[in-house]
Structures are given as C-alpha cells and as structure tokens.
C-alpha cells in the first residue's frame, strides 16, 4: 500500500516540477520586457545627445518595478499546471533560454518600448514641441505620464500573453487564472492613482495623459 501511495505521488510531483519551471519562465520573459521598455527612454536620450527628453523619470521606473508590474509578476507564477503538462518528454534547458531571451528582448519588449516611445514622442510635438528643444514642464509631465501609462497597459496584456510560450490570448483565454486578474485590477487601480492624485503624479514626475494620449496608450494592449 505505501508502494502504490508512492507510485500515485509521483506523476503529481513530476506535474508540479513541470509547472513550476513553466511559471519561472513565464515571469522572467514578463519581467525582461518591462526592462526594455525602462531602458528604452534612456537609451533614446543617450543616443540622441539630448535632443529627445527621457520619457520616463528614475521614480517611475520604480514605480512600474515595486507597484504595478509586481502583483501580475507573482500571479504568473502561481499559474495552474495546464492540461500539456504532463504531455512528451521534458527537455532540460536553461531557464532564460534563447526563446525567452528572444521572445522579451525581440518581440514583447521592443514592441512595448516603441509603442511609448511612439506615444511621448507623438504627445510633445502635438503640444508644440520640436527636436532638440526644451519642452515646458507641465507639457513633459503630460507625455511622460502618456509613456507610464502605455507600459502598464501593455504589461497589463503581457501578463496575459506570458501564460503561454506557444499559444496566443485568444486560445488560452484570460480567466485560467482568477490571481491574475485581481493583480490586473489592482495594477490598473495603481496606474489611476499614479496619475491622477496630484501630489504623488508630481512626485513621479507625470501627469495625466490628454485623450490623444489615453488613446495612444491603450494601443499597446492590442499590439
């Protein structure tokens, strides 16, 4: 009897052994991509000589880092082991692999970065901004506020794409994982917050977007 208590133990273990290397892959490539698009804004100001402002401020790149990318973070990793799990034989390869790396610096992470990048860019000009010149700071706070809000958005559908490495949004649905969608809504309640509460978007350095800007934003949930 104790025998076949072990023999019923293991497919379980080997499921949550599975499972549990699936997660920790879904959270780096989440993870990497918002790095991109952190890094992005910098990289531009750098390459630039200046004449593009930094989209975002160091405190918001805190603030996407320990507020709103956190609790989405976690809830990839507690994703339930799917019906494939237990399907063919497991390679053994390296967490951060070549398909991660690929996957969040190729696709999710320049897609995320061009898209705020894109909404900064389009937002100044559309206030009278032109390159190489200083923008006022209240029109700054504004598009900077714009590219915060195009990342945690496009992280918002990120967490969602990063419950598969295989299949698209549309098959895996977006209701496997009922932790996943309380730390989407709390993500979206701290974007609101971040912006909307004066003293603390001050302190961030942003500004609640125009409606040309919320538009630009919501582009990067479907791309």
């Known amino acids: 009897a104790a025998g076949l208590g072990r023999d019923l133990e293991l497919p379980g273990a080997i499921e949550l052994g599975?499972?549990?290397?699936?997660?920790?892959?879904?959270?780096?490539?989440?993870?990497?991509?918002?790095?991109?698009?952190?890094?992005?804004?910098?990289?531009?100001?750098?390459?630039?000589?200046?004449?593009?402002?930094?989209?975002?401020t160091v405190l918001q790149v805190l603030a996407l880092d320990i507020g709103t990318d956190l609790l989405p973070a976690l809830a990839l990793g507690a994703e339930r082991p799917t019906p494939r799990a237990m399907v063919g034989r497991m390679r053994v390869r390296s967490l951060a692999d070549?398909?991660?790396?690929?996957?969040?610096?190729?696709?999710?992470?320049?897609?995320?970065?061009?898209?705020?990048?894109?909404?900064?860019?389009?937002?100044?000009?559309?206030?009278?901004?032109?390159?190489?010149?200083?923008?006022?700071?209240?029109?700054?706070?504004?598009?900077?506020?714009?590219?915060?809000?195009?990342?945690?958005?496009?992280?918002?559908?990120?967490?969602?794409?990063?419950?598969?490495?295989?299949?698209?949004?549309?098959?895996?649905?977006?209701?496997?994982?009922?932790?996943?969608?309380?730390?989407?809504g709390v993500e979206l309640a701290l974007l609101l917050v971040f912006l909307a509460v004066p003293p603390l978007a001050e302190l961030l350095g942003g500004a609640w977007p125009t409606p040309l800007g919320w538009w630009l934003a919501l582009l990067a949930v479907p791309v």
């Open 98 to 184: 070549r398909r991660v790396l690929l996957r969040a610096f190729g696709v999710l992470g320049p897609a995320e970065a061009l898209l705020s990048l894109g909404a900064f860019v389009v937002v100044l000009s559309v206030g009278g901004w032109r390159w190489g010149a200083a923008p006022g700071a209240a029109l700054l706070a504004t598009a900077s506020g714009t590219a915060f809000a195009a990342i945690v958005l496009g992280q918002l559908a990120n967490a969602f794409a990063c419950r598969s490495e295989t299949r698209p949004v549309l098959r895996t649905g977006v209701r496997g994982n009922p932790l996943l969608l309380v730390a989407v």
């Open 18 to 56: 599975r499972a549990t290397y699936a997660n920790i892959r879904r959270f780096l490539t989440y993870h990497l991509t918002d790095n991109v698009a952190e890094l992005a804004p910098f990289l531009v100001w750098a390459l630039s000589g200046g004449s593009i402002p930094p989209a975002l």
